[in-house]
């Protein structure tokens, strides 16, 4: 069920950037063209902006796509290692919660008071404030998750990590 509702959260990502792309270029293009515009264009680069970078956060730490500095780690031993990633989660998910009890506070404000950017268009802020909350909840969840699952494959003997002799350091840019 998780796997699913990252997936959707990855693709509406993938549409906000599409649509990031369809907003700037139509708003550059109106603006050389026509001397004019699309209203609220800064607003919605915004807040689309918020949504191609947090929604997708969940699945890329589900693919395990996090950046990583494997500098020292991968010249302790294996056990040693896979406990790092388990330290990682748990740095993650100390470094997430007040990202998520601030999005709370500030999403519940912005849904109360009703506030809007001012512009032509008065667009509503909450949209962008939910989906900040959301993003960044359901990457907290996953690596929560991840953390449990990976605690157990410890425990029973298991690796976390793929093997080590398949993988150069250097195929990665």
Same mark, same amino acid.
């Given at each position: 069920m998780l796997s699913r509702i990252e997936s959707f959260l990855l693709n509406l990502a993938a549409v906000a950037v599409i649509g990031l792309g369809l907003l700037i270029t139509t708003s550059v293009l109106l603006r050389a063209t026509l001397n004019s515009g699309i209203p609220d264009t800064i607003n919605? *680069?915004?807040?689309?902006m918020v949504a191609?970078? *947090?929604l997708p956060l969940a699945a890329t730490a589900a693919a395990r796509g996090n950046i990583v500095v494997e500098v020292l780690s991968e010249r302790l031993p294996l056990r040693v290692q896979d406990w790092l990633v388990v330290l990682g989660s748990v740095v993650g998910l100390l470094a997430l919660a007040p990202l998520i009890w601030a999005g709370?506070?500030?999403?519940v404000h912005t849904l109360q008071s009703g506030s809007y950017f001012f512009g032509q268009l008065s667009l509503p802020k909450w949209p962008g404030r939910v989906i900040f909350l959301f993003g960044v909840s359901f990457c907290w969840l996953r690596l929560a998750v991840q953390m449990v699952g990976d605690i157990r494959t410890i425990r029973s003997g298991g690796r976390i990590l793929a093997d080590p002799s398949k993988h150069s350091p250097h195929e990665e840019v």
């Amino acid at each position: 069920m998780l796997s699913r509702i990252e997936s959707f959260l990855l693709n509406l990502a993938a549409v906000a950037v599409i649509g990031l792309g369809l907003l700037i270029t139509t708003s550059v293009l109106l603006r050389a063209t026509l001397n004019s515009g699309i209203p609220d264009t800064i607003n919605m *680069v915004r807040e689309l902006m918020v949504a191609a970078i *947090v929604l997708p956060l969940a699945a890329t730490a589900a693919a395990r796509g996090n950046i990583v500095v494997e500098v020292l780690s991968e010249r302790l031993p294996l056990r040693v290692q896979d406990w790092l990633v388990v330290l990682g989660s748990v740095v993650g998910l100390l470094a997430l919660a007040p990202l998520i009890w601030a999005g709370w506070n500030e999403a519940v404000h912005t849904l109360q008071s009703g506030s809007y950017f001012f512009g032509q268009l008065s667009l509503p802020k909450w949209p962008g404030r939910v989906i900040f909350l959301f993003g960044v909840s359901f990457c907290w969840l996953r690596l929560a998750v991840q953390m449990v699952g990976d605690i157990r494959t410890i425990r029973s003997g298991g690796r976390i990590l793929a093997d080590p002799s398949k993988h150069s350091p250097h195929e990665e840019v």
